[in-house]
């Protein structure tokens, strides 16, 4: 415990120096200005301002990237309260209740709650974060190329189970992702791989440009031609004080929040998506008056505004304890990481100690700042809006060009941020996740390496996979949640088979 | 049609391509993978999702009901891109960002001739000299090193 604060308080001291505490600043007000923007979400964003950092120093590049994260988080809820438009998928719950608040003239009550809920939470979850990476750590040391394979191949399939749509979509997204990671110099044997002529191929696909490309230039490609936002609602200072009330109301959903929030973003998946989803179903049950709902209740702007922003704290416990990233943009920020020499993983806290605890004192100082600029500059935040989005999505596409091409100083990389543009548009047009096609790609390396070692380790006895007991309890987790996943499918199937007899397809379809 | 059905068969085709794409690599043996036998291993997982893809899940989407408001944009935008990755070494950064927003702004947004003219060397400029001058990030130079 005395080591954990010892520990802190150097971490603080790195987070706390001028060039870190700026980085800091800089990937709040970005984070924010990102979540404030409809449809730029903070998996865009990242994946847009991730080459900036390449230039920094490790512990300032990935300060300033976490601070991008949930800075979009907070940010998320302004648009939501004052103009029912979620900034990112996180505040979907928070526009039904924030904006009918905005409506009976409490909009700015509701954005300090929210902020101070969002603070809250960040805070404590730090904390659950904190202590919970270290020894997940330490029990992970134990773990060998078998163990490591079982965990990536159990991290997907738990990602792919999670996901909002069919598992067999998902889990082809993964596949497709793991296969674009086969591009490139095979580290065991030194063969090059799919490179059709182009040494850049070398290295593999970047994961820069393919999350840019999927995630950027597809959601510029979906929102171009859009008109302007209309009325724009600027809370002033005074009303930014809720009543008595209020505060009494939303001491306990922020509460809950933060713990469901904090437990969900740990599970692989879009925790801090889900996060809001249950918060707001629990609140809902748990209230006396559930009527309100919907009508204004201060508990559901609090428990998923608090729930959002714990999550991306438990986010962060299996990517830095374990090398697993649990979603999209822990993905992003693993593969940043890795570029600055960085290994997320167990050996972390243990061989960098100084990045680790710079990085978690980072996330107590990052969600000061939030509150410092989220609650006094709403009004310059909501300003953002009024730029036409015809001028805003070509800076974007430029600032995305230049970001790409100066990871490599290969207009390759170029090249891939366009095809993965418009596969990721043509993707979601057709409803499928494109989360697991870059989680795929981060991971593709260490999983076929930790299955080839894995091997070469029992002379080629698959038995290794069973007889291990960490391994074969993590693949028949895996085994099952795969089983339940596709469960539908066989349940479609015998439907179909039954459907066989009078126009069977067009019953179907129709 | 549905989009998973269409979406399921361009992976299936995908996942054959890689098949046989693979043939040119070494697979050694199952005891003992070489370079080609993961890339096989998960070409056959996409190939059996993309399959219970087809075949599997209720899909309510039907091709012809998406709708494709926005694919002049989409068009465009992913024409620039093009252009931008043809011509980025070829022109130099400002004036690939600078024809390209001109493009954008003036044909494709109708701001004008005038707006997009000075937003798009306000813009080529600008972040030129933030991120090579400023940050030092190196940039491409065209020809007449400009």
């Known amino acids: 415990m005395l080591e954990t604060f010892q520990n802190l308080a150097g971490g603080f001291a790195l987070a706390l120096s001028p060039s870190v505490l700026l980085y800091a600043f800089v990937g709040c007000i970005v984070g924010t200005l990102v979540g404030v923007l409809p449809g730029v979400g903070p998996l865009a964003g990242i994946s847009l301002l991730l080459p900036v950092s390449f230039g920094l120093n490790p512990t300032a590049a990935i300060v300033l990237l976490a601070g991008i994260y949930y800075g979009a988080m907070y940010g998320g809820s302004t648009t939501s309260i004052l103009m029912r438009i979620p900034g990112e998928a996180a505040s979907v719950m928070t526009c039904i209740d924030g904006y009918a608040m905005t409506q009976k003239g409490r909009g700015g009550a509701a954005l300090a709650l929210a902020a101070i809920g969002s603070y809250v939470a960040g805070t404590v979850s730090v904390v659950g974060l904190m202590f919970l990476a270290p020894p997940l750590a330490e029990f992970a040391l134990r773990f060998g190329p078998p163990e490591n394979f079982a965990l990536l191949v159990l991290g997907l399939l738990v990602l792919a189970y999670m996901s909002g749509g069919s598992m067999a979509k998902a889990l082809a997204m993964a596949a497709l992702g793991l296969l674009l990671g086969m591009i490139g110099i095979d580290t065991m044997t030194g063969i090059f791989r799919f490179h059709y002529g182009l040494v850049e191929l070398g290295d593999g696909v970047g994961v820069v440009p393919t999350a840019v490309g999927l995630f950027g230039i597809s959601e510029i490609l979906l929102s171009a031609g859009r008109a302007t936002r209309g009325e724009i609602h600027r809370p002033r200072m005074r009303e930014l004080l809720p009543s008595r009330q209020e505060w009494r109301e939303a001491a306990a959903p922020i509460g809950r929040g933060t713990v469901l929030g904090f437990l969900i973003g740990i599970i692989p998946g879009p925790g801090h998506v889900i996060s809001t989803f249950v918060s707001y179903a629990v609140e809902r049950r748990l209230s006396k008056h559930p009527e309100r709902f919907g009508q204004g209740a201060v508990e559901g702007v609090a428990g998923p505004e608090s729930a959002n922003n714990s999550a991306t704290s438990g986010a962060f416990v299996p990517m830095l304890a374990l090398g697993l990233p649990s979603g999209a943009v822990p993905a992003i920020m693993m593969a940043a990481m890795m570029i600055h020499g960085i290994s997320p993983g167990p050996l972390l806290i243990q061989q960098q100690p100084q990045m680790f605890w710079g990085f978690i004192a980072s996330m107590y100082v990052g969600n000061v700042v939030l509150l410092i600029l989220n609650l006094p500059f709403v009004g310059i935040f909501v300003n953002l809006l009024r730029i036409p989005y015809g001028y805003l999505y070509p800076s974007i596409l430029a600032f995305a060009t230049l970001g790409v091409y100066a990871v490599n100083n290969s207009v390759v990389d170029v090249w891939i941020m366009t095809l993965t543009g418009l596969l990721g548009y043509v993707l979601r047009k057709f409803d499928f996740e494109i989360a697991p096609i870059v989680l795929g790609l981060v991971l593709a390396p260490m999983l076929e390496l930790s299955f080839r070692q894995s091997l070469a380790m029992s002379a080629g006895n698959y038995a290794i996979f069973a007889t291990r007991p960490i391994t074969a309890v993590m693949l028949g987790v895996g085994l099952v949640l795969l089983l339940l996943g596709l469960r539908p499918i066989f349940s479609r199937a015998v439907g179909w088979r039954a459907a066989i007899g009078p126009e069977p397809a067009a019953r179907r379809e129709g | ?146």
């Open chain 2, 1 to 146: 049609m549905t989009t998973d059905r269409l979406a399921g068969t361009v992976l299936t085709a995908f996942a054959i391509l890689v098949l046989w794409e693979s043939r040119a690599l070494p697979f050694g043996s199952i005891r003992e993978p070489g370079a080609g036998a993961v890339p096989v291993l998960l070409a056959l997982i996409l190939l059996i999702c993309s399959l219970a893809v087809i075949v599997g899940g209720p899909n309510l989407y039907r091709l012809a009901a998406i709708e494709w408001t926005e694919w002049r944009h989409a068009v465009a935008i992913l024409g620039t891109c093009a252009f931008m990755a043809l011509a980025l070494e070829r022109l130099g950064y400002r004036l690939t960002i600078f024809v390209a927003l001109l493009a954008l702004l003036s044909l494709v947004e109708r701001k004008g001739w005038t707006a997009g003219t000075v937003f798009a060397v306000v813009f080529s400029l600008g972040s030129y000299y933030f991120f090579n001058t400023l940050l030092r990030v190196p940039m491409p130079q065209g020809p007449f090193g400009f």
